[in-house]
């Protein structure tokens, strides 16, 4: 098995996907695409996948960051989605409990609010049976006394009381890069910033594809008996490429989220509250900072780059200051914000927050394997259900048989502690170790909540980031290290925005260390002085679209 995934191991990835024909090539690197890819590789069928942005730079780095089972849905009456992405929810969880965490979630209903006593005591025991809630997990019935007391922040006039219920919060893009990183070590080829840019046939058969590298312009064939286009938002696009693009199609919509820190929003608990035109928010304390969110519009530009328009912004702090009106948060108080596409299924005549998440499979004549849709929580049982076609379709093709899924009970890539219950001693005792080695507390725990069983590779790489740092901070330095070898981190923008989060979470972090990550990041990986300067100049347009609306 791979035990490191560099970046100056590109050319030798590349060659490796000239070299071959594989079983399966999967386009697109978020969540769903890294999903399939484990499943397809560890059942032995060779696989590679490419993304032609980082992995997790679209949706799957941009969402609620929430692994959860549709409460919403209910309203919907999407009872088999509630029922199939609840169960997915414990998966996930004891799958990777450093990046999934449990988190209890206060919904405080009110006069004339969309829910009531009756209705939220109902929809959440419905919800618990559906999702196979956990018995210390299932939802509890607050006074209006005791909400208050759980969240003083929250608006009194009208409150009936609050339901309380738990949801699993977790890191988006690292949860994407542990999945990634562990089809890697089974066998995997992947690399991202590569991008497909023509389709090739044998007798209007599907059989690889066209590819470039995004960082270098260079051009080359990746073959493959099977093609999945995991694309997200741009699964249409490669549908019509492949001339396929007909029947249902992509419903783009945007949403974003608005971080605080926690002494301007101290919010003390997670908060899911409708708003006055009916739609459903969240606001979740997280690392020193409440995030709140989110919007739900139709999204027609390029999906590549979204971000947070002045509209999105006061739409989220009416909703806010609705919620908690003692805060008087204004536009000065937001400290940075996403925006992401979700690429939902269309369906005539609903809103965009009606339209259901559920995830559809399509397949074309040539081949093409496109699946559409559907929800973070429910990746592994989407990359299952693909992969179960392509199994069928290779046996029946004479290219080989292969087993049933193997990830329902895989520790992903940081997650091999033997269960969720050993994670707490675990993060005790190598923040301690840590802390030995001059690590403040703080910052050893969240090291190791990020890297789960893989921090002692990180810890290994502190003497090397000691010797090379210069005045950057050591721990910095030594994740860039661990980023650039083990996490294929190309440019400063996929370690600052999606290894570590720190755009989104620690700005101020940014702010001051960006030019250095960008040249240290250049020394490591022999960049020119222009590419060190494009880099500088798109951790610049990150930073600035990540507070000033477009």
Known sequence: MATTFSNRQRNEYKNTMKENIFDVLVIGGGITGAGIALDAQSRGMR?????????????????????HGGLRYLKQFEVKMVAEVGKERAIVYENAPHVTTPEWMLLPFYQGGTF????????????????????????????????????????????????????????????????????????????????????????????????MDVLTGETFTVCARKIVNAAGPWVDTLRELDGSKKGKTLRLTKGVHLVFDQSRFPLKQAVYFDTPDGRMVFAIPRDGKTYIGTTDTDYKTDPVHPTMSEADRTYILAAANDMFPGLKLTAGDVESSWAGVRPLIYQEGKSPSEISRRDEIFRSDSGLITIAGGKLTGYRKMAETVTDMVARELAGEGAGTYGPSKTKHM???????????????????????????????????????????????????????????????LVLYAELLYAVDYELAAKPADFLIRRTGALFFNIQLVQAWYRETVQAMGRLLGHTEEQIQRNESEMESYLRDAVVPS
């Open 411 to 473: 520790a992903l890539s940081g997650g091999d502690f033997g269960g969720s219950d050993r994670l707490p001693a675990f993060i005790r005792d190598k923040s301690a170790e840590l802390s030995g080695l001059g690590i403040p507390a703080k910052e050893a725990e969240l090291l190791v909540r990020r890297y789960g069983t893989n921090i002692d590779k990180v810890a290994a790489l502190l003497p090397q980031a000691e010797a090379e740092r210069g005045n950057m901070p």
């Open 116 to 211: 009531g006593a009756f209705s939220t005591s109902i929809g959440l025991r419905v919800y618990d049976f559906l999702a196979g809630v956990k018995r210390k997990e299932r939802r509890v019935m607050f006074s209006p006394e005791e909400t208050l007391k759980r969240e003083p922040l929250l608006k009194k006039a009208g409150l009936k009381g609050g339901g309380y219920y738990v949801e699993y919060r977790t890191d988006d893009a690292r949860l994407t890069m542990e999945v990634m990183k562990k089809a890697v070590e089974y066998g995997t080829t992947a690399l991202n910033y590569v991008k497909a840019t023509q389709l090739l046939y044998t007798d209007g058969k599907l059989t690889g594809v066209e590819a």
């Open 47 to 67: 696989t590679a996948l490419i993304d032609m942005q980082d992995f997790a730079a679209g949706t799957s780095s941009r969402s609620t960051k929430l692994v």
